[in-house]
């Protein structure tokens, strides 16, 4: 099934497009057209296929979470990513992308992370295929995730530190992009999530979209019907859309995307960017964004670092302005409350941005009730949290110094 | 657009046989005031059209020079508002004066009222480092209404055709980046300035500038030997980045443009 958006220039109604150094058109049309060749030849995706399957561990199962669904109040399937090779979908995008860099010709592979999980895959991918790695990430995300920072670099990957502005991920993403201007003939840029400019958010989707194609046949299978709900956490958006598109054409199917509420959206300290944002221009294409009366983009909130970003792919700004997806919040608050259940009811621990997904479909639990069936999408496995949520919990005694290898 | 006050500037150091000096300061930096005494300094020492930069929080196009600056601005308070006076300022010393601005800021306050305050303002135009003409429409239809020009950028990298377009769709005149890369000074000037100036002079006969990297007087030169105007942004801003007090920042200005203008006559 092909999806009626973008056109051609990469538009989702208003929303998309390129919003670019004319610099990097050139680099955007060929990867356009490189990708859409590459689409079309067999070779590439019974090759694409073949990683997947053998080396990332896809398809990921569906599993239905029993005693997570009797304290939920309804029926519960999890869509079960984090199981994948690196621990999240995110390695369904790095390894096409990175097979894409392969068939272009460029040997280097750029790529920005927040919580380095997008980082860790990228470093894994080029391990994997043979190609240098780069990967740009805000100075204060490496000192939250130094364990993600190790890891990049046992695989190979340069880590560059980010100094400049609020030294988070959307510094990091300026910064990537600086480098890819000065290096396109030699560089892809890995971009990691359905965002940025065309394109990105339209590829990323193609490259994400087995997720909910296969959870669609595989809950037909287990449930002999589709979901009533389908729900994931919103980032960037590229879990949310890989689920969400197997499922558009299916006008009884919810759509249920789930922001990172933070503190709470009227407080401000958030990062729910559809929920408490507004329409404008980030990172190449026109979405919604959190920034001020002038423009300025606003730093974003979240004990989530996946989903600490002010900026959302283009096509979830359509689908929430026609109504065919519905976006919310979760707190800090709710998301950890979910992540403990989580824990403690089915001994699976999930990346805490995958717990903002469970506690959506919590509330979506209280309002559909018994019969309902949820599905949700696991985005990814929390070990990468667990120094968060071990202080969040108070389970440890402050502080543990992880970069330094000493503890007290 | 023959009344535009950047067409009549060309139209004058085309006559003088010479390139015209584009000078870029952010606005706001280091204070309002000072952006003003700046601005004013370079016109006097021989700035021929300035192009006042708008602040932006995340400046994709500006290496760390530039970012530095605007984050200063932007800490100091500089809002749009501000922006536009200051332009208005620049305005009032007789150079021609765009606004050289990422595109939000424009979006987020409205670009039919952006270009309206800024005409009412004195402001000649805008220059979008990352609007290309496949987006702006709206600017298309705002710059038109009140008489503004657009400034668009073509690169190395942009193909025939989309010179062709750029060079349709741009008024005032085109900006040439010299290299693919970011703004910032460079020890040499770029070999590939020369062949992106000759590429599009096929597809157009508006005046094109050419900037990133150029930094002193003999760079300026060489760029003057086959540009209509040379732009530099970088190097000004060190000058008041590098002082120890506005005074000495003012007299490195005044120096510097002094030896870029002897440097754009050919
Ligand atoms: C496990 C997991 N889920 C979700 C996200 C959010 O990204 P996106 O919205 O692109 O899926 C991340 C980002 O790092 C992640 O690591």
Redesign the interface.
């Known amino acids: 099934m092909t999806s009626p958006v973008p056109d051609a220039s990469g538009h989702f109604g208003r929303f998309g497009g390129r919003f670019m150094p004319e610099a990097l058109i050139a680099p955007l049309d060929e990867i356009t057209q490189a990708w859409q060749e590459a689409q079309d030849d067999p070779a590439f995706t019974a090759e694409l296929d073949r990683m997947l399957r053998e080396y990332a561990n896809v398809p990921s199962p569906l599993y239905e979470a029993h005693r997570f669904s009797e304290a939920a109040g309804a029926r519960i399937l999890l869509k079960r990513e984090d199981l994948n090779h690196t621990g999240a979908h995110k390695i369904r995008n790095v390894i096409g992308q990175a097979l894409l860099a392969k068939r272009i010709g460029k040997p280097r592979c750029i790529a920005e992370t927040g919580a380095g999980q997008h980082g860790v895959a990228s470093a894994t991918a080029c391990a994997y295929l043979d190609l240098e790695c780069t990967v740009y990430m805000g100075e204060v995300d490496t000192e939250r995730q130094a364990l993600n920072v190790a890891r990049m670099r046992m695989l190979g990957a340069e880590v560059v530190p980010v100094t400049t502005g609020s030294r988070t991920l959307k510094d990091a993403i300026n910064e990537a992009l600086r480098d890819w201007v000065a290096s396109v003939d030699t560089t892809h840029y890995l971009f990691g999530t359905a965002a940025g400019p065309h394109p990105f958010p339209a590829m990323v989707r193609e490259l994400t979209r087995g997720i909910g194609d296969e959870a669609r046949a595989q809950c037909l299978e287990l449930t002999g019907r589709l979901p009533d709900a389908a729900v994931a956490c919103v980032g960037g958006g590229s879990n949310a859309i890989g689920l969400f598109t197997g499922f558009v054409a299916d006008a009884d199917v919810r759509l249920v995307g789930v922001e990172a509420g933070g503190d709470g959206v009227e407080t401000g300290r958030h990062a729910a960017t559809i929920t408490g944002g507004s329409v404008g221009v980030l990172h190449g294409a026109r979405s919604y964004l959190l920034q001020d009366e002038d423009g300025q983009t606003l730093e974003s909130h979240s004990i989530s670092a996946g989903l600490d970003y002010p900026g959302v792919g283009p096509e979830h700004a359509y689908l929430a302005q026609t109504g065919r997806a519905e976006y919310r919040p979760a707190t800090d608050a709710q998301a950890m409350a979910a992540f403990e259940l989580l824990c403690k009811t089915e001994g699976i621990i999930p990346a805490i941005e995958s717990a903002h997904a469970l506690a959506g479909a919590l509330t979506l639990a209280e309002e559909l009730g018994p019969d309902a069936t949820i599905l949700v999408n696991l985005s990814g496995r929390g070990d990468k949290d667990v120094h968060t949520a071990a202080q969040y919990f108070g389970l440890i005694e402050e502080p543990v110094v992880l970069d330094e290898g000493t503890e007290e | 657009m023959s009344g535009s006050p950047i067409t009549a500037l060309f139209d004058r150091t085309r006559a003088e046989n010479r390139a015209a000096l584009v000078g870029y300061l952010p606005a706001g930096f280091p204070s309002k005031e000072l952006s003003i005494a700046a601005i004013e300094t370079m016109v006097e020492a021989g700035v021929d059209l300035v192009e006042v930069g708008l602040p ?6 500006d ?2 020079t530039i ?1 530095a600056a605007a ?1 200063r601005a ?1 800490e100091a308070g500089t ?2 508002a501000d922006v536009i006076e200051i332009a208005g300022r620049s305005a009032a010393t007789g150079a021609p004066t765009v606004i050289m601005t990422y ?7 409205g670009v039919d009222r952006f270009a309206a305050e800024l005409a009412a303002a004195g402001g000649a135009g805008l220059i979008t ?4 003409p ?2 702006a429409e709206e600017w298309m239809a705002a710059s038109t209404a009140h008489g503004l020009d657009r400034v ?8 025939d055709e ?1 010179l062709a377009m ?1 060079a349709d769709a741009a008024s005032g005149f085109i900006y040439a ?1 010299a ?4 703004t910032g000074q460079r020890e040499q000037t770029s070999s590939l300035a020369p062949e992106l100036v000759a590429r599009l002079r096929k597809v157009t006969d508006k005046p094109v500038g050419v900037g990133l990297g150029v930094s002193n007087g003999a760079q300026a030169h060489e760029v003057a030997a086959f540009a209509d105007a040379v732009i530099v942004g970088s190097a000004l801003v060190r000058c008041l980045l590098d002082a120890p007090d506005p005074d000495s920042g003012l007299d490195a200005l005044r120096r510097l443009v002094t030896d870029l203008r002897a440097g754009v006559e050919r």
């Open positions: 932006y929080s995340d400046p994709v196009m290496g760390p970012q984050d932007l809002r749009i595109w939000n800021p424009v979006e987020r306050y480092p990352d609007m290309i496949d987006e668009f950028l073509v690169a190395p990298s942009s193909s989309r750029t980046t290299v693919m890369g970011v």
